[in-house]
């Protein structure tokens, strides 16, 4: 039998994890410079500058070897559309690895859905990643310690000791895991910590034509995203769940989770 096999057939099944009350606690980022060593990796995110080209979906799959056709990726971008009717409206065909092209709505099983131009009130892109958060659901829900937080902030999964029990998956508030249809093990968003460890940018960010992906050391006051982050003009996702993201979005709509 197969070590992987092993430990997934003797794994205790995990039905919640306890949280501790600083959990539930909002995201300060005073507090999180000032908790962390002098390397503190966060990731800044600008809707006002995506255009959804699906430029950073592409160089991510590329560099991450994510399978180019498989519907699954480690970034992707969403459309919203909010219609004057309050409705609001969204589709990330293929993680947007194509762009948004067509004035069609992807709605899944429902099929495509054409939105009238004057029945529009706004429209935007948000990209998506793995949030690397202070606070992770997936390492604490992990039996076998395979998901972990590096130092400097980032979460990492280590195939070698993945089980492949998927609860990671399932204790992710924000969807961003999946199994990698290749090697079948949990995957995600790495910062693409193999290029920022020595000195270089993650691919997306590279990617973008835009500058609207920018990832930098939040411990740095000189850094460029931790004054945008320190300046408290930006927000993060679900910060509801107490998991303290280091993914901050600038232009954040209310409609947005």
């Known amino acids: 039998m197969k070590r992987r096999d092993f430990l997934k057939n003797t794994a205790v099944f995990i039905t919640g994890a306890s949280v501790s009350l600083s959990a539930l606690e909002l995201v300060d980022p005073k507090e999180v410079l000032a908790s962390r060593p002098d390397l503190r990796w966060g990731f800044l995110v600008d809707t006002y500058k995506c255009v959804g080209c699906g430029m950073c979906v592409k160089a991510c799959k590329l560099e991450n070897d994510i399978p180019y056709d498989a519907n699954v990726t480690r970034t992707w971008v969403e459309r ?5 009717s309050g409705e609001v409206v969204k589709d990330s065909p293929k993680g947007a690895r194509d762009g948004f092209t067509s ?19 706004q429209g935007f892109f948000v990209p998506k990643l ?23 902030g980032v979460v990492l999964v280590d195939r070698k000791w993945c089980i492949g029990c998927g609860y990671c998956i399932m204790g992710c ?10 090697v079948h093990t ?4 790495t910062f693409c910590y193999h290029r920022i460890t020595k000195g270089g940018n993650t691919a997306c960010a590279q990617a973008c034509p835009f500058g609207a ?3 930098g050391n939040l411990r740095d006051p000189n850094d460029p995203v931790a004054k945008e982050v320190l300046n408290g003009r930006v927000g993060i996702l679900r910060d509801e ?3 303290k993201p280091n993914v901050y979005y600038i232009g954040l709509n209310k409609e947005v989770h």
């Not at 919203?80 to 004057?84: A, E, N, P």
């Not at 709605?107 to 529009?120: T, V």
């Not at 949990?186 to 968003?189: E, F, N, P, Q, V």
């Open 130 to 152: 793995c949030n690397h958060c202070t606070l992770p659901a997936c390492v604490q829900v992990c039996p076998v310690g395979a998901t972990y937080s590096t130092a400097d």
């Open 103 to 121: 004035k069609l709505v992807d709605q899944g099983e429902s099929g495509p859905r054409l939105l009238r131009d004057k029945e529009i009130a």
């Open 173 to 182: 508030p924000y969807g961003v895991r999946f199994f990698h249809p290749v």
């Open 186 to 189: 949990a995957d995600k968003c």
């Open 213 to 215: 992906r920018r990832i």
């Open 80 to 84: 919203y559309v909010i219609m004057k």
């Open 241 to 243: 769940y107490g998991t």
